[in-house]
T-cell receptor
Framework: EAQVTQNPRYLITVTGKKLTVTCSQNMNHEYMSWYRQDPGLGLRQIYY???????DKGDVPEGYKVSRKEKRNFPLILESPSPNQTSLYFC?????????????FGPGTRLTVT | AQSVAQPEDQVNVAEGNPLTVKCTYS??????LFWYVQYPNRGLQFLLKYITGDNLVKGSYGFEAEFNKSQTSFHLKKPSALVSDSALYFCAVRDRGSNSGYALNFGKGTSLLVTP
């Protein structure tokens, strides 16, 4: 089944404790992206990757890191999480970098930082 | 710069009635336009998209959307709403001529509630 998977689905952590949210897609998609969803703000892009070893900042990259060492994986790293990073996070992928290709979303990771 | 506006936080419709969820956009060039739906505790699912051609686009679950270039709108519609259509709906735009990093700009979402 074609899908985007994220782990963990739920995470409660404390300020400053490094964490990684994994994202994997099995569709051989070039483009992958991370979003955060906050009430009243919709989805905002954190980072995106156009292909292996090619990443760039989205609208709200502060406090986050990403890597793209393999085509299928695009982990999101929070080196020192803070309470303002409490949010619902979505990973997405699409076949090509630009144009009319729709994105496929993972199920989401709900992160709480205390 | 590109942006999307969904002017209604919530839309309430009785089952069986037609529904409309509004979306307006702003891009410097010509747009690609998308609608996504998010059910509770789920990721976003693609509903439909406008690329070019016919202004009326048909998508999944009986939804359709009408592209109106003069009004810069892309409203989502369904002739007869179902209770199971209750969800959060997002409009998104990408400027096809932009080098803005290929970002897909999302609206803030509209919560659709269909009552029996």
């Amino acid at each position: 089944e074609a899908q985007v998977t994220q782990n963990p689905r739920y995470l409660i952590t404390v300020t400053g404790k490094k964490l990684t949210v994994t994202c994997s897609q099995n569709m051989n998609h070039e483009y992958m992206s991370w979003y955060r969803q906050d009430p009243g703000l919709g989805l905002r892009q954190i980072y995106y990757s156009m292909n292996v070893e090619v990443t760039d900042k989205g609208d709200v990259p502060e406090g986050y890191k990403v890597s793209r060492k393999e085509k299928r994986n695009f982990p999101l790293i929070l080196e020192s999480p803070s309470p303002n990073q409490t949010s619902l996070y979505f990973c997405a992928s699409s076949l090509r970098v630009a144009g009319s290709y729709e994105q496929y979303f993972g199920p989401g990771t709900r992160l709480t930082v205390t | 710069a590109q942006s999307v506006a969904q002017p209604e936080d919530q839309v309430n419709v009785a089952e069986g009635n037609p529904l409309t969820v509004k979306c307006t956009y702003s891009v410097s060039g010509n747009p690609y336009l998308f609608w996504y739906v998010q059910y509770p505790n789920r990721g976003l699912q693609f509903l439909l998209k406008y690329i070019t051609g016919d202004n009326l686009v048909k998508g999944s679950y009986g939804f359709e959307a009408e592209f109106n270039k003069s009004q810069t709108s892309f409203h989502l519609k369904k002739p007869s709403a179902l209770v199971s259509d209750s969800a959060l709906y997002f409009c998104a735009v990408r400027d096809r001529g932009s080098n803005s990093g290929y970002a897909l700009n999302f609206g803030k979402g509209t919560s659709l509630l269909v009552t029996p």
